[in-house]
């Protein structure tokens, strides 16, 4: 059974920092490419960020570019986002999640966490 669990959400204001992190076990860490969807109220699960499983390459959407970084440590098995510059509009809850390409990831992952709330004040 595939679990992904992540923390390090929280309540931020905007122009801070947070650092999500995602925890896999072994198998499904170094199996998979990693990454983050982020929803936010009212609104439909979308793309932010996701790193092959090598950690060579990444992909992010527009609207996290230059903000977010996204990095796995494949010794702890977990990935995490660093998340700069934040802005109310990147209050949502983050998903961490998992499928064994990066371009099957940004479209469709085949594993989910149970998500983390981020809450950016203006």
């Known amino acids: 059974q595939v679990r992904l669990v992540e923390s390090g959400g929280g309540l931020v204001q905007a122009g801070g920092s947070l650092r999500l992190s995602c925890a896999a076990s072994?198998?499904?860490?170094?199996?998979?490419?990693m990454g983050w969807f982020r929803q936010a109220p009212g609104k439909e699960r979308e793309f932010a960020a996701g790193?092959?499983?090598?950690?060579?390459?990444?992909d992010y959407a527009d609207s996290v570019k230059g903000r977010f970084t996204i990095s796995r440590d494949n010794a702890a098995y977990t990935v995490y986002l660093q998340m700069n510059s934040l802005k109310p509009e990147d209050t949502a809850v983050y998903y961490c999640?998992?499928?064994?390409?990066?371009?099957?990831?940004?479209?469709?992952?085949?594993?989910w966490g149970q998500g983390t709330q981020v809450t950016v004040s203006s």
């Open positions: 072994r198998r499904t860490f170094l199996e998979n490419a």
């Open positions: 999640a998992a499928s064994p390409r990066l371009v099957l990831l940004t479209t469709n992952p085949n594993y």
């Open positions: 790193i092959d499983w090598i950690g060579g390459s990444t």
